[in-house]
């Protein structure tokens, strides 16, 4: 399976991977607070596969572990507020939006900022 992958980019791993751990972050803070019984059951059990969707992809992704942290952040943030939007209709609030954009440009600088040597 792992030789199939290879041909991926590395971005592509990394949104999928947001879109699953904040998917399941999602579904399961529906069980939570929406649902009982049976259906709170079904959507831990979807969360929980979700999340380890999300982790698997987040480790299949080509990139050093300590260097993917910074993509990986920028792109859980963008995710994380059109799921939001999404699932509950939320807008991000203009502090959301600035410190967002601060996450994002710190993100850039973990991925990209090559120190000199």
């Known amino acids: 399976m792992i030789n199939a992958l290879q041909g991926v980019h ?4 990394l949104l999928i991977a947001t879109t699953l751990e904040v998917s399941g ?6 069980a ?9 059951l079904g959507l831990f059990l979807a969360g929980a596969l979700l999340l380890f969707g999300y ?3 987040l480790n ?8 993917v942290v910074g993509l990986y952040i920028a792109i859980l943030f963008v995710v994380w507020q059109l799921i939001n939007f999404i ?3 939320t807008l991000p609030t203009m502090p959301i939006l600035v410190g967002g954009a601060l996450v994002i440009a710190g993100g850039a600088i973990i991925t990209f900022w090559q120190p000199a040597r």
């Open 32 to 40: 939570i607070y929406d649902h009982v019984g049976p259906a709170r």
């Open 60 to 67: 299949l992704a080509p990139v050093e572990f300590r260097r």
């Open 10 to 13: 590395a971005l592509a791993f």
């Open 55 to 57: 982790g698997s992809f």
């Open 25 to 30: 972050d999602a579904v399961v803070r529906m």
């Open 87 to 89: 699932a509950f209709r």
